[in-house]
C-alpha cells in the first residue's frame, strides 16, 4: 500500500492544521493506522493512533485535548487534526499503516509508511 501525507505548512503558535494520509494499491480498512512525527535531532515519535474501529483510538500524552484522529474507510483516509498547535509541534508528520496485532505506539509495529509532510508552527 502507498501512503501520501498532505496538509502539513507554516502556522502560527495556536493555530491549527489538518493532515490527510491517502493510500492507494490497497484498502485502508485492512489496516490500522498511526501517525508519528520526527523533529531535527530527535527520534521518531508517535503521535496518534487508530485502530480498525474507531472505537479505539490513541494518543500521546503531549497532544492529548488539543490532537484527534479519525479514519474514513470509504474515502480510504486517516487524518489528524491539530489544534493549539505549539512550537514543539514542529517536526516531519508521517502516517503508517499496521497489519498486525502489535504496539501501536512503537514503529516496528508498522509495515507501510508515507514519505512525510512538514509541519511547522511559529512562536
Known amino acids: 500500500v502507498q501512503l501520501v501525507e498532505s496538509g502539513g505548512g507554516l502556522v502560527q503558535a495556536g493555530g491549527s492544521l489538518r493532515l490527510s494520509c491517502s493510500a492507494s494499491?490497497?484498502?485502508?480498512?485492512?489496516?490500522?493506522l498511526g501517525w508519528f512525527r520526527q523533529a531535527p535531532g530527535k527520534d521518531r515519535e508517535f503521535v496518534a493512533g487508530i485502530d480498525w474501529s474507531e472505537g479505539n483510538k490513541y494518543l500521546v500524552d503531549s497532544v492529548k485535548g488539543r490532537f484527534a484522529i479519525s479514519r474514513d474507510n470509504a474515502k480510504n483516509t486517516v487524518t489528524l487534526q491539530m489544534n493549539s498547535l505549539k512550537p514543539d509541534d514542529t517536526a516531519v508528520y508521517y502516517c503508517?499503516?499496521?497489519?498486525?496485532?502489535?504496539?501501536?505506539?512503537?514503529?516496528?509495529?508498522?509495515?507501510?509508511w508515507g514519505q512525510g509532510t512538514q509541519v511547522t508552527v511559529s512562536s
Open positions: 503508517a499503516a499496521s497489519s498486525n496485532w502489535g504496539d501501536l505506539m512503537n514503529s516496528q509495529a508498522y509495515e507501510y
Open positions: 494499491g490497497r484498502t485502508l480498512s485492512s489496516y490500522r
